[in-house]
């Protein structure tokens, strides 16, 4: 293997290539504006050599990009198991909130090791998913070689649960012997081995009109039992698992008591069996009367995904990786927030997460990566790429 250290990685022109993707506002929910990120991604791959497949959405979510490297420094794009490098390009910040003058434009703050640079995804995940492109890159610039094919997978809708790549995610997965996910790296530094099981359901009420002024008495306000729903929902929340209302929607004149409320929620454990009985509790919420009627549907799952004996020794590889290239220790553990590697851990494939940039303000319009943690984690990510064999 060549040394990761020897690779042509240079921090401003990393952070450059990344502040390039950034300024692309990529928000789930906006397919035209995640395409356009599929577009900058895609043409950045080619310069490197890779061969792109634009795989269109559905279900009105953007396209997913997957690249295959007919390099043979990079296996040659042989038809065999190899290495997936998997990432989501969308994010949570609507398309104004960097650009030139919103709230979270790019920019950047701090010197040394304290340096920032902040914009809309640039941690979760496109600071992952841009430094794994510049460690292939890198790898290819250097002469240097993989043992294994090499395959990127970006996708459009991890945000929001990936209901509609789930199946090619794990149907790519499952001709892979590795998948490596660089989201965001641990408060640490340290990568996650691990995650908890997650369910995210809709939720309804339904109640009857009236006057709001005139004939207040003869209505029945669906946001009224929304808010009730929400007080006994996340009352549910313990120890084993928790739930939480992160998305109500209900009325439209101040005076008309509103008719219909809708919402998502979101529950999450540690354990399979912790996250089934709490299903339970939500699938069996009744209205509370009046006269109104409520309802819950569960929609997206992420199964949860525990270390065996094949993560344990591929975060061992990584580990003795990230010290040769001075990140120093790198704990593992487990972790709550699903990703895609909850779908590809859950399969048996040996999976590795949290590869990514170190930051924090994720979801936030504090949302930062750490300018000094670029290279390093590209040359963790490009030293596990070299390293990993049949």
């Known amino acids: 293997m060549t040394d ?14 990344l502040r390039s993707w950034v300024e692309v ?9 995640v395409n356009r990120m599929m577009d900058a991604a895609s043409r950045d791959l080619a310069v490197i ?5 634009r795989i269109p959405g559905r279900m009105g979510f953007g396209d997913c990009v997957r690249a295959r490297f007919p390099q043979a420094a990079l296996g040659g794009g042989e038809d065999r198991p190899g290495i997936l490098v ?21 920019r950047r703050e701090g010197s040394g090791a304290a340096e920032r640079a902040y914009g809309p995804g640039i941690c979760d995940m496109k600071g ?16 240097a070689a993989t043992k294994l094919p090499v395959t990127v997978l970006f996708t459009p809708d991890e945000e929001v649960g990936s209901p509609s790549t789930r199946d090619l995610i794990e149907a790519e997965a499952a001709r892979h012997k590795v998948v490596l996910i660089p989201e965001p790296a641990r408060a640490d530094g340290g990568v996650v081995w691990g995650r908890y099981a997650i369910a995210r359901f809709a939720l309804e009420a339904v109640g009857r009109p009236s006057h709001a002024g005139a004939r207040l008495a003869e209505g029945r306000s669906a946001v009224r039992e929304m808010a009730q729903q929400i007080l006994a929902i996340e009352a549910l929340s313990g120890e084993d698992a928790t739930t939480s209302v992160g998305v109500i929607q209900g009325g439209q004149w101040v005076n008309c008591v509103p008719t219909v409320c809708r919402g998502e929620s979101l529950s999450m454990a540690k ?5 089934d009985a709490l299903v339970e509790k939500m699938l069996a919420l009744r209205p509370t009367g009046n006269d109104v009627q409520f309802s819950v549907r569960r929609t997206y799952t992420r199964p949860v995904w525990e270390p065996d004996d094949r993560v344990r020794a591929l975060h061992a590889k990584a580990e003795a990786i990230a010290k040769s290239v001075g990140i120093g220790a790198l704990p593992a553990s487990s972790a709550g927030g699903g990703s895609d590697g909850n779908f590809t851990g859950a399969m048996g494939i040996p999976t590795l997460d949290g590869l990514g940039v170190q930051g924090g303000g994720i979801h936030t319009l504090e ?24």
């Open 49 to 53: 050599g890779a061969r792109i497949e």
């Open 128 to 143: 992952g998913a841009y430094v794994s492109l510049a460690a292939i890159g890198g790898i290819l610039a250097a002469g």
């Open 86 to 106: 998997m990432s989501h390009l969308d994010t949570v910040h609507p398309v104004g909130t960097g650009g030139a003058s919103g709230p979270l434009a790019f």
């Open 25 to 33: 506002e990529s928000p789930t929910f906006d397919a035209a504006s």
């Open 271 to 275: 354990r399979q069996e912790d996250l």
């Open 4 to 17: 990761p250290n020897a690779l042509p990685l240079e921090t401003e022109a990393v952070l450059a290539g």
């Open 367 to 390: 949302e930062h990566v750490l300018v000094a943690s670029l290279v390093p984690r590209a040359r963790l990510i490009a030293g596990l790429l070299m390293s990993l064999e049949g």
